[in-house]
């Protein structure tokens, strides 16, 4: 419909003229075409959001090394960030890694049944500090 053909005002004085044109329904592949470009985009959402970039956005960064014992062998225990919700465990062989840990001076903690050491460690956003190998040193209990 070009300019002179639009309706003016006068037209509509008395409320919606009737002859306007129906609503055009969708198709059903229009529906599916819609529903799968609304999960595509959910699912890069969900990608971002556990990306590097996303940490960089959000101010986070992930840590990781290996813990040992007062012997030398690996120490399998949890690893808190204090502060914070963030837990992990270290594998078999010692190793740990935890993601989304805030930017800044934080504090890890090393901890078995009894007890906990704490170390302090810098984060940056969107990197991965390398802690290398933490000891875990038991002390005497009663």
């Not at 059903?28 to 819609?34: D, E, S």
């Amino acid at each position: 419909m070009n300019f002179e053909q639009s309706p003016s005002l006068k037209d509509f004085q008395n409320g919606l003229r009737e002859d306007l044109p129906p609503k055009k329904r969708l198709t059903p592949q229009q529906t599916i075409i819609g529903i799968l470009l609304i999960i595509v985009l959910l699912l890069a959402a969900l990608v971002w959001v556990r990306s590097d970039s996303a940490q960089l956005v959000r101010g986070a960064g992930s840590v990781k090394g290996f813990v040992v014992d007062d012997r030398g062998q690996p120490f399998q225990g949890e690893i808190y960030i204090l502060g914070t919700e963030i837990v992990g465990v270290t594998d078999s062989n010692g190793f740990f890694q935890v993601q989304g840990v805030p930017a800044g001076k934080q504090y890890l903690i090393v901890a078995d049944q009894r007890i906990g050491h704490e170390f302090q460690i810098a984060v940056l956003p969107g990197e991965i500090l390398d802690v290398g190998t933490l000891r875990f040193v038991s002390t005497a209990t009663p």
